[in-house]
């Protein structure tokens, strides 16, 4: 158990909707990293927020928006749904003491969302 | 942008074996980092080694900047050890602040 945890586990929805993502870092951690895993796309890193701030922007599409809370739980919002947007959800978490990527990050088991 | 060119796409080894592992990157690159994905779809991070070398337990991993390249090294394999390999870097330029995937490679190791 790596001490993120991601809700919900399982997400089905229809194209044209919007859905949130929700994620606890381990505690202590100030950094929440936020990874699409697609068959078409691979593993993505979407956007990372370290302390309520955004840190580091990846390939997140314009349609998705991510923000940290100050008890520093994360969502990510996925709105005007695609079939393209089925995929894993991973959340990761990390000290963030060092600059962007060079702390480990500890993964939470991801949430999949199926778009009919 | 940068590629990542992870090879082989697919391992199969017998426990006990050794491997290497291949990251081929095109561009030079302020960081580097390998994970693994279990079978059951968790993601853990191995190693942050932009250069250099490193070494945890059975695994080890040496990054050579100017070659542009890193290798993962996995000893005596136990079939824990399955699970796909993703290298990622991050690059200077226009892509820093992304990290960046390659396709990962699938280790089998069989009892």
């Known amino acids: 158990d790596s001490g993120v945890t991601q809700t919900p586990k399982h997400l089905i929805t229809a194209t044209g909707q919007r859905v949130t993502l929700r994620c606890s870092p381990r505690?202590?951690?100030?950094?929440v990293y936020w990874y699409q895993q697609s068959l078409d796309q691979g593993l993505q890193f979407l956007i990372q927020y370290y302390n309520g701030e955004e840190r580091a922007k990846g390939n997140i599409l314009e349609r998705f928006s991510a923000q940290q809370f100050p008890d520093l739980h994360s969502e990510l919002n996925l709105s005007s749904l695609e079939l393209g947007d089925s995929a894993l959800y991973f959340c990761?978490?990390?000290?963030?003491?060092?600059?962007?990527?060079?702390?480990?990050?500890?993964f939470g088991p991801g949430t999949r969302l199926t778009v009919l | 942008g940068i590629q990542v060119e992870q090879s082989p796409p697919d391992l199969i080894l017998q426990e006990g074996a050794n491997s290497t592992l291949r990251c081929n990157f095109s561009d030079s690159v302020n960081n580097l980092q390998w994970f693994h994905q279990n079978p059951w779809g968790q993601l853990i991070n191995l190693f942050y080694i932009p250069s250099g070398t490193k070494q945890n337990g059975r695994l080890s991993a040496t990054t050579v900047a100017t070659e542009r390249y890193s290798l993962l090294y996995i000893s005596s394999s136990q079939t824990t050890d399955s699970g796909v390999y993703f290298c990622?870097?991050?690059?200077?330029?226009?892509?820093?602040?992304?990290?960046?995937f390659g396709k990962g490679t699938k280790l089998s190791v069989k009892p």
């Open positions: 505690s202590g951690d100030l950094s």
């Open positions: 990622a870097v991050e690059s200077y330029g226009g892509s820093q602040g992304n990290l960046i």
């Open positions: 990761a978490s990390s000290a963030g003491v060092g600059t962007t990527f060079t702390d480990t990050q500890y």
